[in-house]
């Protein structure tokens, strides 16, 4: 856990009556990175909305999906989000607040407004937002990694895989009876 980032009572942010900021400077137990995750997060109770806003960023180790090899990537989220305190808000209280119900920037969450925001949670989630979902190490990606070609002009009786053993056998046929089409 980031020290600092412990989760806060809504109605302690709520009694408030301004922004709470954090400074985010550590690591992340559910995301390994290379380098401590940082930056800064403001919350502001609304009412019937919480503003949550920040920046952070940190670098991660990945896998490439592709070759199988590693590859760093820096994760950077800056970010703003409106969070309904409440059960899921009706048109016409999101209408009361403002809001927009078909808008893109629409409210994505709900809270229980006798829980908790968990400033080190919404970390993890928009940094985990900002991984792609299909690893490439990059445009210079050596693709699959392709087994040893054998010699084909070497047929010692010993196959790579033996499941190919009866097609060799099939060749070594044709070729004896001078049925080979190359």
């Known amino acids: 856990m980031i020290p600092g ?3 806060v009572p809504l109605k ?3 009694a408030l009556g301004t922004s709470r900021v954090w400074e985010v400077d550590g690591q992340l137990d ?3 990175s290379l380098t401590p995750v940082r930056g800064t997060i403001r919350a502001e109770h609304r009412g019937n909305l919480l503003e949550v ?3 952070v960023h940190t670098i ?4 490439c999906d592709r070759c199988l090899g590693r590859f760093n990537q820096q994760l950077k989220a800056v970010t703003r989000e409106l969070i309904w305190l409440g059960d899921e808000p009706s048109a016409d209280l ?3 607040a403002g809001l927009d119900q078909e808008s893109p920037d629409g409210l994505m969450e709900c809270l229980n407004p006798r829980g908790d ?3 080190e949670r919404w970390v993890f989630e928009q940094l985990s937002l900002q991984m792609s979902v299909v690893n490439r190490c990059g445009d210079h990606c050596p693709g699959v990694p392709m087994p040893a070609v054998e010699d084909a002009g070497s047929n010692d009786g010993q ?3 033996p499941r190919w053993q009866a097609l060799r056998d099939l060749q070594s046929s044709m070729q004896g009876n001078g049925l080979n089409h190359d």
């Open 12 to 14: 302690d942010l709520q």
């Open 53 to 55: 806003e920040g920046s």
């Open 30 to 32: 559910s995301m390994p």
């Open 117 to 119: 925001f968990e400033p």
């Open 5 to 7: 980032l412990e989760p």
């Open 94 to 96: 999101l209408a009361d």
């Open 159 to 161: 196959a790579a895989d």
């Open 60 to 63: 991660v180790c990945l896998r």
